[in-house]
Nanobody, 130 residues
Framework: QVQLQESGPGLVKPSQTLSLTCTVS??????????WSWIRQPPGKELEWIGY???????YVTPSLESRASISRDSSKNQFTLQLSSVTPEDTAVYYC??????????????????????WGQGTQVTVSS
């Protein structure tokens, strides 16, 4: 049974860098052929996919955030991380890590398919405010 747990600061000041870590148990993040994603949900808005890191360490971030977001991993700790720089209040959201997507395609940039992610962390609230 795969379990994911997000950790990081709940409050970040504007212009700072947000750093979140997802700790995975029950499955190795390097196991073939899983992808591991960061997802967020701003207040009153839909779920938004941020990006993923693959079992081989490749990463992909949605173009709207690629200038500010990066995803990395520490395989020895079975963790992957999200860094989001130059945050603004518009980055306020509940941030989730999840296993998936199962299928890759252009749909990633146009819609959110919740059934593509089979395991989720509980989510962590991040507020950007001075």
């Amino acid at each position: 049974q795969v379990q994911l747990q997000e950790s990081g600061p709940g409050l970040v000041k504007p212009s700072q860098t947000l750093s979140l870590t997802c700790t995975v148990s029950g499955e190795s993040i390097t196991a073939d052929f899983f992808f591991w994603s960061w997802i967020r949900q701003p207040p009153g808005k839909e779920l938004e996919w941020i990006g993923y890191i693959t079992y081989s360490g490749s990463t992909y971030v949605t173009p709207s955030l690629e200038s500010r977001a990066s995803i990395s991993r520490d395989s020895s700790k079975n963790q992957f991380t999200l860094q989001l720089s130059s945050v603004t209040p518009e980055d306020t959201a509940v941030y989730y890590c999840a296993r998936g997507p199962v299928h890759i395609g252009s749909w990633l940039l146009t819609e959110f398919r919740k059934d593509e992610y089979d395991s989720w962390g509980q989510g962590t609230q991040v507020t950007v405010s001075s």
